[in-house]
């Protein structure tokens, strides 16, 4: 169960990181109203130590401060080891003519947080899933090894990545897509490869790496953002620097996001983002990006921050809704109906047999021979076939609800996992 973060808590964090301040009460009077322990505590565990100090300095009591700036050097000692790894990898992936992308975690570090660490917990990868099979070779030459604990749930959920271990740590996620959900996968239309062959080579410190161009990485960081149930506020913090040191195009992205049937959950973040921290959002942008006048309610009824809910799992029946967004009202409820089920079914299933145990790895397993032939059977939008079909790889749109409504009998990704 999460804590229960005070609104004057809540209030003093969002004031410390808003891109201008408000015409409400100052930062200090916020922050004196307080509880100056508990507001270290929601910083610290919304990952924003770094971001949150420079404004909070003076105004915590010292042992506070202290707190605060001792994890902002531990997530710039991360970051820095982290860009020693994929500094190791990008040479191997380039090496064997691989494809690939840094997401999220060392990008954002180094082109969104230029001036305070911006901590993170793992390294993030894609590639094509046609190249998934040389990706794994390559970075297995580095010493990573593949580290997913249960195959035959991995093959029925057809996830969108996986996890790699490095020393006995699982350190990194190798995407073959944007969207860890199969469910949203199927629904959504976003293609790799477009994504792949616009990408930007970018100095992280000085690692070379490939980054999304700036306009898909703002997508991605808002598609992101709507599946997380924790650290949300990082998340938006996320999407307003980014917004600020590597503006999108916003008529593309508006464009693409239409195209990938991605508009309600790209505008939903957006405008949370803007709304809470105000990020420079074109309002004209959110509302092109949501469509019709229904999911412009569902905007307008999403845009509040909430750090977690009291739910197990910190979940909430708001976050759960954001999660569950995709490109309209009726597909958004049956997705938050069958999260609901899974959810409850996970919570009864952990209670009874306890956490699941660590797996034997690739070498052992039958499961990691029958997902690697799946993934590259799949379309360049990450829609999966069955072996042998013949049939047109573009499903008709109620033939693909359909599915989507049968996966919670196959098995569904975890709620709230942020990998997408």
């Not at 090894?145 to 249960?150: L, N, S, Y």
């Not at 996620?173 to 629904?187: G, K, Q």
């Not at 700036?214 to 949300?232: E, K, M, N, V, W």
Request: net charge positive; aromatic share 4%; charged share 25%.
């Amino acid at each position: 169960m999460s804590p229960r973060w005070s609104a004057d808590s809540r209030r003093a964090l969002v004031a410390s990181l808003r891109a201008q301040p408000s015409s409400g009460p100052s930062l200090a009077s916020l922050v004196d109203a307080c509880d100056p322990g508990q507001l270290a505590d929601l910083v610290i565990s919304e990952g924003i130590a770094g971001p949150a100090r420079e404004r909070l300095a003076g105004l915590l009591p010292p042992g506070h401060c202290s707190r605060l700036a001792t994890e902002a050097r531990r997530d710039a000692v991360r970051h820095l080891a982290y860009l020693g790894l994929l500094g190791k990898f990008a040479v191997a992936l380039d090496q064997a003519e691989v494809s690939w992308v840094a997401l999220k975690g060392p990008v954002l570090a180094e082109l969104s947080y230029p001036d305070v660490p911006r901590g993170y917990g793992d390294l993030d990868l894609m590639v094509p899933p046609g190249q998934l099979r040389g990706a794994l070779s390559a970075l297995e030459g580095t010493g990573a090894v593949v580290a997913e604990p249960d195959w035959s749930r991995v093959v029925n959920e057809a996830k969108g990545q996986l996890s790699l271990a490095v020393h006995g740590l699982p350190l990194v996620d190798l995407h073959w897509h944007l969207v860890y959900l199969r469910s949203a996968r199927e629904r959504w239309a976003i293609p790799t490869d477009d994504l792949l062959g616009r990408r930007q080579r970018v100095r992280l410190k000085d690692v070379d790496a490939w980054s999304l161009d700036p306009t898909d990485f703002i997508a991605h960081l808002a598609l992101h953002a709507s599946f997380g149930s924790d650290q949300q506020l990082r998340r938006l913090l996320d999407i307003e620097r980014t917004v600020a040191h590597r503006a999108p195009d916003w008529e593309v992205l508006v464009q693409r996001c239409r195209a990938w049937r991605v508009g309600l959950p790209v505008s939903v973040m957006l405008n949370r983002a803007r709304q809470t921290l105000g990020a420079a959002v074109p309002e004209e942008v959110v509302a092109e990006l949501a469509g019709g006048r229904s999911n412009r309610l569902v905007v307008r009824q999403l845009s509040e921050w909430v750090p977690a809910g009291r739910m197990p799992g910190q979940r909430s029946v708001r976050n759960g809704l954001t999660r569950s967004l995709r490109d309209g009202l009726l597909a958004t409820a049956g997705e938050f109906a069958c999260q609901t089920r899974r959810a409850i079914a996970d919570s009864l299933r952990l209670t009874a047999a306890g956490p699941d145990k660590p797996g034997d790895g690739p070498g052992v397993c039958p499961g990691f021979e029958s997902y690697l032939e799946m993934v590259e059977r799949a379309d360049r939008y990450g829609h999966l076939e069955p072996a042998g079909s013949t049939q047109s790889r573009r499903r008709p749109r109620a033939r693909r609800l359909r599915q989507v409504r049968e996966l919670p009998r196959h098995g569904r990704g975890r709620a709230g996992h942020g990998a997408c």
